[in-house]
């Protein structure tokens, strides 16, 4: 016999549906809650790490910084010691420069010419003077070119200034310095040589033969080897 069932089932299974529908609609807000709350987590730990990143990134940078600021200052303080050596070494090589500029130049200049006064710039120096005339100008220009000391020597002017002095031409001249170098010859002025200690001075023949003459006692003589005299004179009335 068929049952027939007039309770309102149908309301009842609505309201079982619509619980099913809240109960899965919060398990899902749950769920999703859980979701964004690990995933706020999660970022957060990524947001701190690389926060730490960039603190660890810039503190090395500004070590950095700090080494690069200090190989700056290495940097001057190497570039101002080469310039320093450069300046000693330069001194170094020319210190005994002057002296022997000052030595050429009382070598070159001839007598109808006098200087009154000079400057040294660098590798260049500027002479001015007084001469007789051109033609000494001329010759010490040459004498200047001749030098091992002193190059090439350009007139910068010359000019007579018509006075009563015994030097009336006024000259100018700018001239190249040289440093001559280690197996250049030697200067042709002469030097005489001292005698060894405890050697005995030479004595020119004619005096020796004067002095033998009057005193009667040989003299050295002037060269090594020389002949003594054969004879000696004697005062008349002497004995021999």
Do not use: C
């Not at 002017?157 to 031409?169: A, C, I, Q």
């Not at 030479?202 to 020389?226: C, D, E, M, Q």
């Amino acid at each position: 016999m068929a049952r027939i069932n007039l309770l309102p089932w149908r309301a009842e299974r609505r309201k079982q549906r619509e619980r099913e529908f809240y109960m899965q609609l919060g398990v899902a807000f749950a769920a999703a809650l859980v979701v964004l709350i690990g995933w706020s987590y999660w970022m957060g730990a990524r947001i701190d790490n690389q926060t730490e990143r960039n603190t660890y990134l810039q503190g090395e940078i500004k070590q950095l910084d700090d080494r690069i600021a200090k190989i700056k200052d290495l940097e001057k303080v190497r570039a101002g010691l080469l310039q320093r050596k450069q300046i000693i070494e330069q001194l170094q090589a020319n210190r005994s420069q002057m002296v022997h500029l000052f030595d050429e130049l009382v070598k070159t200049i001839p007598g109808s010419a006098r200087l009154g006064s000079m400057k040294q710039s660098g590798d260049s120096m500027s002479l001015d003077g007084v001469a007789q005339s051109n033609s000494s100008v001329a010759e010490y220009m040459r004498n200047i070119e001749a030098s091992p000391w002193m190059g090439h020597a350009d007139l910068r002017k010359t000019e007579n200034t018509h006075d009563d002095s015994r030097m009336p031409y006024s000259f100018g001249l700018d001239v190249k310095l040289n440093t001559p170098s280690a197996d250049a010859p030697a200067s042709s002025s002469t030097v005489a040589t001292p005698p060894a200690p405890g050697a005995t001075p030479a004595v020119p023949a004619p005096l020796a033969n004067a002095a033998t003459a009057v005193t009667g006692t040989p003299a050295a003589a002037s060269t090594p080897g020389a002949a003594k005299p054969a004879s000696v004179a004697t005062p008349a009335g002497g004995k021999p």
